[in-house]
C-alpha cells in the first residue's frame, strides 16, 4: 500500500503540537473543533491528548 504523504499524521499522538500548520489541521478534524477551541483546550488542560479530548467532551 502506498503512503499518502499529502495526509500527515503526528508521531505520538499522545501529544497535541500546536507548533506546525498542518498539525493543527490534523488536530482541529480529528477532534471536529475550531482552532480556536483546540488552542484553548491545550492553554487549560496542557498538550496531553487525554487531558485535552476531556476538556473538549470528546
Do not use: C, H
Not at 8 to 20: A, G, H, T, V
Not at 23 to 51: C, F, H, I, M, P
Amino acid at each position: 500500500m502506498a503512503d499518502n504523504l499529502q495526509r500527515r499524521q503526528p508521531e505520538d499522538k499522545r501529544f497535541i503540537s500546536l507548533s506546525e500548520s498542518w498539525e493543527v489541521a490534523y488536530w482541529t478534524q480529528a477532534l471536529d473543533v475550531t482552532e480556536s477551541q483546540l488552542r484553548a483546550a491545550v492553554r487549560a488542560v496542557g498538550n496531553g491528548t487525554a487531558k485535552v479530548k476531556a476538556y473538549l467532551g470528546k
